[in-house]
């Protein structure tokens, strides 16, 4: 087995901030859907790119790191025996009928904190 | 060494060498280490066979030697010294070597078929970019040297490797199987193959630089290619069609250059100089090919290539039925150069105002900015319309564009007004 992570990208402009909307529920669905299908280990949804603060050597700015047309939505990692697996995986994530992307990582390696607050 | 030995040798390395490979990275899951065992088996042939003959089945003796210096790598821990993780195969249907005893010649055969389609679906999986395909298949399924494949793609030995590196890093890194795909989704992974080996031809048939004999191995290799996976996938329609595409056209290429040299335009090719054995290859696999639905590019261009040869001379060109075929064409696959050559058979049934229109119309496309052969066809269209002026213009900035010697000659003769066609 290996990690993958997908990376969820959308144009700009298709964002809509209505967070309740049809949109956001394919999504949640979609979730929900690999969380009972067991290959999901983690899974993360950012807050709107306006909302980011990027850090370069000397200066703190508004905005995502990268100027650029598509944004990420956010992050998640799945486990699978391969590529073809993952992309399968990859492939029947929502975003891609509402017009925007995801990107197919392999994970180098990660940490957990294993103690949660209360 | 002796004439015989060095030939069989050859004759393996052509026929053999995905074969080996292939059946060598099952053994060691490891591409690199693959490949020099492959490389070492055929150093050993060379002793081996001088010495005690050519062995009965070549690709079986180059096989097991490989296989076996794969193991002794294998022992002394080779991969574990490189730190790599190893080639992932997802599906095992049977143990391969667990009981060699008992394994009948058919199922032996379908492993080695299975190992050779796994090899080249890996080399060309969609994650991997275009060139690091083509350029993998070359290195692993053909046995092409670094050296040549960088001549192949007009790039220094040293960013070929470094490519290659690159691909073969990204194969092991985000576990690209070496497995079998069924049903529909091997038909989707068989077009990037398709489009491997017509890419392929293509370098060889047009390639922007001289050096003719390269080029001429290097269609030799896309059609050897080709027919590799026509036999591996025999039923595949969009195969044969393919092959056939690439057996027309590649018969005619000792007309394509006029003995000294010059490209012949279609009207002027010695029909005579056609390798008749290639194009009648190419009509029966065509003729195989006759089931239901439809058809797609391969099979389409390969159709129109056959009109044209079938006609005994330039003027008896069936020119309806070739429009007819690259209407269709233009459906499944509208490229601005399938919409080119289309406007070019058009000029034959509908007049040259009519194709005129269309190249016009392509002129504004940025993807042809660059290509010859546009302002080549304008400048025969304008020419059919008396318009001389445009037309000597148009010839002009086809030979400003042209970069390939021989086309260049052609194109600056009927500047000169040679030999206009």
């Not at chain 2, 069924?182 to 293509?202: D, I, N």
Request: aromatic letters at 6%; hydrophobic letters at 40%.
């Amino acid at each position: 087995m290996a990690e993958y992570a997908i990376i969820l990208y959308a144009n700009k402009d298709d964002i809509s901030s209505d967070v309740d909307g049809p949109e956001r529920g394919a999504h949640d669905q979609h979730s929900e859907e690999l969380q009972e299908g067991g290959s999901m280990i983690a899974a993360f949804a950012l807050e709107p790119f306006d909302t980011a603060t990027s850090i370069r050597m000397d200066a703190v700015t508004d905005g995502p790191f990268i100027e650029a047309k598509e944004v990420v939505l956010g992050f998640y990692v799945i486990e699978a025996t391969d590529l073809d697996e993952a992309l399968a995986v990859a492939k029947r994530n929502p975003i891609i009928a509402q017009g925007g992307g995801v990107e197919v990582r392999p994970v180098q390696g990660f940490v957990v904190r294993t103690t949660l607050d209360e | 060494m002796d004439e015989r030995t060095q030939s069989a040798l050859r004759d393996a390395f052509r026929s053999e060498w995905a074969h080996v490979l292939a059946a060598t990275i099952r053994v060691t899951h490891d591409i690199d280490l693959a490949e020099d065992s492959v490389q070492q088996a055929f150093t050993e042939a060379l002793a081996a066979w001088s010495r005690d003959g050519v062995p009965r089945n070549p690709g079986a003796w180059l096989t097991t030697t490989a296989k076996r210096r794969a193991i002794d790598a294998l022992r002394r821990n080779v991969t574990q010294q490189r730190k790599i993780p190893l080639l992932i195969e997802p599906e095992r249907p049977f143990d391969e070597d667990a009981n060699p005893a008992t394994r009948a010649s058919g199922v032996e055969m379908n492993v080695a078929t299975d190992d050779t389609m796994r090899l080249i679906l890996l080399c060309c999986h969609p994650s991997l970019s275009n060139e690091s395909q083509v350029a993998l298949t070359l290195r692993l399924v053909c046995g092409m040297t670094t050296d040549d494949i960088a001549r192949c793609f007009l790039v220094e030995k040293a960013t070929m490797a470094a490519r290659l590196t690159r691909a073969k890093k990204k194969i092991v890194v985000a576990r690209i199987p070496f497995c079998l795909p069924r049903g529909p989704e091997v038909t989707k992974r068989l077009e990037a193959v398709m489009g491997v080996v017509y890419l392929l031809f293509t370098i060889g048939h047009t390639s922007p630089t001289g050096d003719t004999l390269f080029r001429r191995d290097v269609c030799a290799e896309a059609l050897r290619l080709a027919r590799l996976l026509h036999g591996l996938w025999p039923e595949v329609r969009e195969i044969s069609g393919l092959l056939a595409l690439l057996l027309v056209n590649d018969a005619r290429r000792d007309s394509r250059v006029s003995p000294v040299g010059r490209a012949q335009s279609m009207a002027d090719q010695d029909r005579a100089k056609w390798n008749t054995a290639m194009i009648d290859e190419a009509r029966q696999l065509m003729r195989a090919n006759h089931e239901a639905g439809p058809r797609g590019r391969y099979t389409l261009q390969a159709a129109i290539a056959l009109q044209h040869v079938e006609a005994p001379t330039y003027d008896e060109v069936d020119w309806h039925e070739i429009v007819q075929l690259y209407d269709e064409l233009v459906q499944l696959w509208s490229t601005p150069v399938v919409q080119l050559n289309r406007a070019v058979a058009l000029s034959k049934t509908s007049g040259p105002l009519d194709a005129l229109a269309i190249v016009e119309g392509l002129e504004t496309d940025a993807r042809l900015e660059r290509y010859h052969y546009l302002p080549a066809v304008k400048a025969y269209l304008l020419d059919q319309l008396g318009r001389s002026d445009e037309a000597q213009r148009a010839r002009h900035r086809a030979f400003e564009l042209s970069s390939n010697e021989v086309e260049r000659d052609f194109l600056g003769a009927q500047l000169r007004g040679a030999s206009p066609h």
